[in-house]
Each structure stands twice: as structure tokens, then as C-alpha cells.
């Protein structure tokens, strides 16, 4: 079984990134692939304030010196094989609600108990923007950036796009918009196609690896 989970990095309920998440992780769910996602909205996560507290005093089952809702993401994380993490684009990178999940995910790298605990996990970038050219790529590498800082393994969707999925919420990507429609991502079918490859090529990476840990 292959353990996915989503993560959402935009703060708006019911936003455009979750329903780009819903259709990449649609593309895979089965009989041998549990999915789930995780919402940054209503979240109520601090930033991380460099105590290094998870490097002296982390033990198990206890990730932070902060107690706040980082707590169900930090045991889901653990629990996945493969991370299929989205952004919307803000300021042409990633929201400073997801980056400051990165921050905190700093306790699986230096962490006493969990140090290291991403490593060789997968990880897949999505992201949408208001327009087809002003961040997208650039958010994707931002997140790209942190799958490395974990020593993570990055799966791309091959022949479609380069970084991952790239959806756009104004029509066309041009800015123009029907105010009635609130998920106009879901007109952006090359966007939505980005967004399943994507999260095939995660799977098909995350099998790879969790065979070949089961053999070694
Ligand atoms: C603070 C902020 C900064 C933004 N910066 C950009 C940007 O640089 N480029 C862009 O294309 N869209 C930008 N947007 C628009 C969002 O990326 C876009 O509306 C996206 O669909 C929001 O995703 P959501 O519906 O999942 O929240 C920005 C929006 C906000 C709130």
C-alpha cells in the first residue's frame, strides 16, 4: 500500500489548489494507493522560532516545542510514502501558510528523535496561479527546494510540463474572469492534466522505492 498524502497550501476553504489537489490525487487513488488531504485552511500553525528544541529535547510521538495544529501534520507526514504538496502562487513562490509548514518540518531533518525522517520519501509540486505567467514555475522550484532540504526524491510529470502541475484560476491564465465561477481551475484541462500526471509519476516513484527498501 502507498501511503499518499496531499497538502493544501492555500488558506481560502474550498480554494482552488484543493480542487486541483482532489483531481491529481483522483487520478490515482485505487486499490493499492490510500489518499488524503490536508488543508492549510483554518490552521492554526506558529511560525517556528529556531528554539532548537526538537534537536535537544524531541522524543517520540512529541515533534515541537509548539503545540498547535503542526501536530496531526507532522504524524500524517511521517505516515506517508509520498507527499503531493500545492501552493497558490503568492508573490511568485509558495504561501507564507505552507512555507511556514516547511519551517517546522526543519524537526525531520535535525530533529533528536526524527532526524532524517523524510529522507527518500517522495514528493511532487503543484501549484496554481491567477496567471499563466507570473510565478508558477517559480513557486514549484520554492517547494522543490524544501523536498531537497529533506533529503526527499522529486517525481516530475514528464513530457507535459517540467516542474509539476501548473493550473491557472483566471480563464486562460490571462487575468479575465467569470465572477459567478469560483474554481475556474477546473476549466484549465492542460492545467488539470499537469496536476494527474504529476501525481502518477509520484506513485509510480513511490512504488519504486518502497520496493526496493523492502528487498535491501
Ligand atoms: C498575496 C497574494 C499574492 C499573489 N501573487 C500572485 C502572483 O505573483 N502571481 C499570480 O499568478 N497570482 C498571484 N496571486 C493570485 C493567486 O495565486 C490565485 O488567485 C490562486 O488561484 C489562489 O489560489 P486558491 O484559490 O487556491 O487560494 C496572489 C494572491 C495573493 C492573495
Not at 522550484?141 to 514528464?158: K, R
Request: charged share 25%; glycine share 10%; net charge positive.
Amino acid at each position: 500500500m502507498i501511503n499518499v498524502l496531499g497538502i493544501c497550501g492555500s488558506p481560502v476553504k474550498d480554494s482552488n489548489t484543493e480542487v486541483m489537489m482532489k483531481e491529481a490525487l483522483s487520478a490515482v487513488e485505487g486499490e493499492k494507493v490510500k489518499t488524503k488531504i490536508i488543508t492549510l485552511n483554518g490552521k492554526k500553525i506558529e511560525d517556528c522560532r529556531h528554539c532548537n528544541w526538537c534537536m535537544i529535547k524531541q522524543s517520540e510521538g512529541s515533534y515541537c516545542a509548539l503545540k498547535d495544529d503542526m501536530d496531526e501534520i507532522y504524524a500524517r507526514v511521517l505516515d506517508a510514502d509520498a507527499l503531493l504538496v500545492a501552493s497558490p502562487v503568492y508573490i511568485g513562490r509558495l504561501s507564507g501558510h505552507l512555507a511556514c509548514v516547511f519551517d517546522r518540518l526543519r524537526c525531520f531533518i535535525h530533529g533528536k528523535f526524527y532526524g532524517s525522517a523524510l529522507k527518500h520519501k517522495v514528493g511532487a509540486a503543484m501549484a496554481v496561479g491567477w496567471l499563466r505567467n507570473s510565478g508558477i514555475e517559480t513557486t514549484l522550484t520554492t517547494i522543490h527546494w524544501a523536498f531537497l532540504t529533506y533529503q526527499m526524491v522529486i517525481a516530475a510529470p514528464g513530457i507535459l510540463a517540467t516542474f509539476g502541475g501548473v493550473g491557472v484560476s483566471s480563464l486562460g491564465g490571462t487575468g479575465a474572469f467569470d465572477p459567478k465561477d469560483k474554481h475556474q481551475v477546473l476549466k484549465d484541462e492542460y492545467g488539470l492534466k499537469t496536476a494527474r500526471a504529476t501525481a502518477k509519476s509520484m506513485v509510480e516513484l513511490a512504488k519504486i522505492i518502497k520496493a526496493g527498501k523492502v528487498r535491501v
